[in-house]
T-cell receptor
Framework: GAGVSQSPSNKVTEKGKDVELRCDPISGHTALYWYRQSLGQGLEFLIY????????KSGLPSDRFSAERTGGSVSTLTIQRTQQEDSAVYFC????????????FGNGTRLTVT | GESVGLHLPTLSVQEGDNSIINCAYSNSASDYFIWYKQESGKGPQFIID?????DKRQGQRVTVLLNKTVKHLSLQIAATQPGDSAVYFC???????????FGTGTRLKVLA
């Protein structure tokens, strides 16, 4: 079946502009995560959604970052007033969210802030 | 703090040889472990997982070994192929939690 889909695959924006990144998780997956990966670095946790529960936003680096998940499916990560340090690849992942289940990742959105 | 780490940041192996990628974890409460493969420009791809009630699990050309005594995880790739060239991450998860901790990765280079 279809995997996790992210759009756009690449985004170049000017410093100070707002950007929206979209994630379509695997159908039936109740858990959705956003991670960030800077060049040569590991995966940095940003936010977690599980069903209708309040999201865990503890990984968001600043109040310029926010995320929503509508209808328990599609999620949008918004970065306001982008800064050059926001440049990274942003990955979305989803899982069944029950017991020990692996995360399935999309191919990410490469964000470049000029 | 708790962490997952990798002993070797880069591993070069001859095509056809076996590869072993290692990972150490520090959280004794972790009971679920995953190996991911990440090719350039792509997202991490699930390879194989193992639960703490197992010591070994085999997949197609891959084997994961778990040594809970020394908190060590390894990924063995048999008959390494050029297509295996990628960065490999281990990840750990604790029972009843949703957070996964990822290592920074080991780059595997397959030499022709």
């Amino acid at each position: 079946g279809a995997g996790v889909s992210q759009s756009p695959s690449n985004k170049v924006t000017e410093k100070g502009k707002d950007v929206e990144l979209r994630c379509d998780p695997i159908s039936g997956h109740t858990a959705l995560y956003w991670y960030r990966q800077s060049l040569g670095q590991g995966l940095e946790f940003l936010i977690y959604f599980q069903g209708n529960s309040a999201p865990d936003k503890s990984g968001l680096p600043s109040d310029r970052f926010s995320a929503e998940r509508t209808g328990g499916s599609v999620s949008t990560l918004t970065i306001q007033r982008t800064q050059q340090e926001d440049s990274a690849v942003y990955f979305c992942a989803s899982s069944l969210g029950v017991g020990n289940s692996p995360l399935h990742f999309g191919n990410g959105t490469r964000l470049t802030v000029t | 703090g708790e962490s997952v780490g990798l002993h070797l940041p880069t591993l070069s192996v001859q095509e056809g040889d076996n590869s072993i990628i290692n990972c150490a974890y520090s959280n004794s409460a972790s009971d679920y472990f995953i190996w991911y493969k990440q090719e350039s420009g792509k997202g991490p791809q699930f390879i194989i997982d193992i639960r703490s009630n197992m010591d070994k699990r085999q997949g197609q050309r891959v084997t994961v070994l778990l040594n809970k005594t020394v908190k060590h995880l390894s990924l063995q790739i048999a008959a390494t192929q050029p297509g295996d060239s990628a960065v490999y991450f281990c990840a750990e998860n604790g029972s009843g939690t949703y957070k996964y901790i990822f290592g920074t990765g080991t780059r595997l280079k397959v030499l022709a």
